[in-house]
């Protein structure tokens, strides 16, 4: 069982930067593929930022790449996603996911059982 607990969001105006933190629970951290997930008021759900197990892959959506960063810190069970330059269509609550999987889609929130309850992240114009 994997518990997970972001942080981080706020309110920010355009062109600021923002860094997400998901703090996870378990002994396995490690062994996790990690997603950042949003979701904006009448959209679907979007997978902006994913990292491997070794952390030696990463996915980021096209809308951010550039822009955001994502990292991992396995001896503190923590990813961190920076978030640079942000735009008012960055405006969602952000989740953070886990998975042990293997073979995984990284992109695919179908791929993750355990997520975190959100964050808010709102960009003014």
């Known amino acids: 069982q994997v518990q997970l607990v972001e942080s981080g969001g706020g309110l920010v105006q355009a062109g600021g930067s923002l860094r997400l933190s998901c703090a996870a629970s378990?002994?396995?951290?490690?062994?996790?593929?990690m997603g950042w997930f949003r979701q904006a008021p009448g959209k679907d759900r979007e997978c902006v930022a994913a990292?491997?197990?070794?952390?030696?892959?990463?996915y980021y959506a096209d809308s951010v790449k550039g822009r955001f960063t994502l990292s991992r810190d396995d001896a503190k069970s923590k990813v961190y996603l920076q978030m640079n330059n942000l735009k008012t269509e960055d405006t969602a609550v952000y989740y953070c996911?886990?998975?042990?999987?293997?073979?995984?889609?990284?992109?695919?929130?179908?791929?993750?059982?355990?997520w975190g309850q959100g964050t808010q992240v709102t960009i003014s114009s």
């Open positions: 996911a886990a998975d042990a999987g293997s073979s995984m889609i990284v992109n695919s929130g179908r791929s993750y059982n355990y």
């Open positions: 378990g002994p396995t951290f490690s062994r996790n593929t």
């Open positions: 990292i491997t197990s070794s952390g030696s892959s990463t």
